[in-house]
């Protein structure tokens, strides 16, 4: 199973501040990344498709890039909506591997 | 619209089985790549199975055995039949799938939980 190691395991952070989350494959998975915003109580919402894809009506303060083993997600300026847990996702291999998602805190 | 309706979930025996459906509206089950995704309590994602489009399935190797995954296409659903439940299967299970090919899950629905416990 390829295994997602995502950092750090929790985050906080001002409203207007750069935030940065990494997910690292344990091989190479080409592009095969899905970034997603799970809010408590709710289904997870996909963001970024295939490492650097922006989802359909998703604020361009989000964005996604890497490939092979080393990915990033970054949101440009944190707004207070943005409070959330975020989970990297591969699916280049079956079975599809979730990372251990990002708790992300307004400080 | 698309959507994704679970339902199915409760209060089970430690053993014991549960049948959990994930109807589809605007959404052809049968023409998609199908999974069913849970989180046990305070947890992250757990990937559980999938149905191709050609009928083909697959299990993560903790559910292998004891759960299956099926479709009625008349119905436009997708099943998961739970067997020999453990308290370690308690979570929300969501069914998930790309709108479009084998890629990432656009589509959720709201999740049905399932607990385990005597």
């Known amino acids: 199973d390829i295994q997602m190691t995502q950092s750090p395991s929790s985050l906080s952070a001002s409203v207007g501040d750069r935030v940065t989350i990494t997910c690292q494959a344990s091989?190479?998975?080409?592009?095969?990344l899905n970034w997603y915003q799970q809010k408590p109580g709710k289904a997870p919402k996909l963001l970024i498709y295939?490492?650097?894809n922006l989802e359909t009506g998703v604020p361009s303060r989000f964005s996604g890039s890497g490939s092979g083993t080393d990915f990033t997600f970054t949101i440009s300026s944190l707004q207070p909506e943005d409070i959330a847990t975020y989970y990297c996702?591969?699916?280049?291999?079956?079975?599809?591997?979730f990372g251990q998602g990002t708790r992300l805190e307004i400080k | 619209e698309v959507q994704l309706v679970e339902s199915g979930g409760g209060l089970v025996q430690p053993g014991g089985s549960l049948r959990l459906s994930c109807a589809a509206s605007?959404?052809?089950?049968?023409?998609?790549?199908m999974s069913w995704v849970r989180q046990a309590p305070g947890k992250g994602l757990e990937w559980v199975s999938v149905?191709?489009?050609?009928?083909?399935?697959y299990y993560a190797d903790s559910v292998k055995g004891r759960f299956t995954i099926s479709r009625d296409n008349s119905k436009n659903t997708l099943y998961l039949q739970m067997n020999s439940l453990r308290a370690e299967d308690t979570a929300v299970y969501y069914c998930?799938?790309?709108?479009?090919?084998?890629?990432?899950?656009?589509?959720w629905g709201q999740g049905t939980m399932v607990t385990v416990s005597s």
């Open positions: 605007g959404f052809t089950v049968s023409s998609n790549y």
């Open positions: 149905i191709y489009s050609g009928g083909s399935t």
């Open positions: 998930a799938s790309p709108s479009e090919g084998e890629g990432a899950f656009d589509i």
């Open positions: 996702q591969q699916y280049d291999n079956l079975p599809v591997t």
């Open positions: 091989q190479d998975i080409s592009n095969y």
């Open positions: 295939d490492a650097s």
